[in-house]
């Protein structure tokens, strides 16, 4: 079946460093989401990409389409303690039935 | 409301036990989602519904799980014989009619279900 698979599973990074997560589906995705989850909070929705090679950007925040569709990227430029959570991808199955999580990048940020 | 609500923020249970746990999601989302999470994991998909009906329900793990959404707003999963596997916090999600795989979750702060 369908696999999301992020990595790596850990980041810890001095404050103001960069952090990138990086998201690889087993199969092409018509689109794809990233979620942050804070601790003990609830997965929040970041952004929505669509296109091939398509990239967005959201303050310090950059995503990445890949061009096949299969894989994508978030980085944070120097990153703030605000930024301390849990990153996840997520792509639909080809009937867009569901949602498929991918396994997550825990960021630590270390003041 | 405002948001996605999911009742009880925090079960207890024994195992064998039976439990329903409920979300209540944003006024007019016609797309809800179950999922599971596990500490430490992405949230593992459950059932889907669009309306009354369950969409897809391929991700309940067996059937001892079963979803209902009766007038397509609020729904309950509930889960009998309770085994001490099944704990884990309980996510629903809900989003507007999806087109073409599009729009975003919202998500629930989640039930945690605690089985002794």
């Known amino acids: 079946g369908q696999q999301v698979m992020q990595i790596p599973q850990y980041q810890h990074v001095q404050e103001g460093e960069d952090f990138t997560t990086y998201c690889n589906s087993s199969?092409?995705?018509?689109?794809i989401q990233w979620y942050k989850q804070r601790p003990g909070g609830h997965p929040v929705f970041l952004i929505q990409l669509v296109k091939s090679g398509e990239v967005k950007k959201q303050k310090r925040l950059t995503f990445q389409f890949g061009e096949a569709k299969k894989n994508s990227s978030l980085h944070i430029t120097a990153t703030q303690t605000t930024d301390v959570g849990t990153y996840f991808c997520a792509g639909p199955t080809d009937t867009g039935n569901q949602f498929y999580f991918g396994t997550g990048t825990s960021l630590t940020v270390i003041p | 409301g405002a948001g996605v609500s999911q009742t009880p923020s925090n079960k207890v249970t024994e195992k064998g036990k039976y439990v329903e746990l409920r979300c209540d999601p944003i006024?007019?989302?016609?797309?809800l989602y179950w999922y599971r999470q596990s500490l430490g994991q992405g949230p593992e998909f459950l059932i889907y519904f669009q309306g009354t009906g369950a969409a897809d329900d391929s991700g309940l793990p067996n059937d001892r799980f079963f979803a209902v959404r009766p007038e397509g707003s609020v729904s309950t999963l509930k889960i009998q014989r309770t085994e001490r596997g099944d704990s884990a916090v309980y996510l629903c999600?809900?989003?507007?009619?999806?087109?073409?795989?599009?729009?975003?979750?919202?998500f629930g702060e989640g039930s945690r279900l605690t089985v002794l």
């Open positions: 006024s007019g989302h016609t797309a």
């Open positions: 999600a809900s989003s507007l009619l999806r087109v073409r795989n599009t729009g975003e979750l919202f």
């Open positions: 199969t092409t995705l018509s689109n």
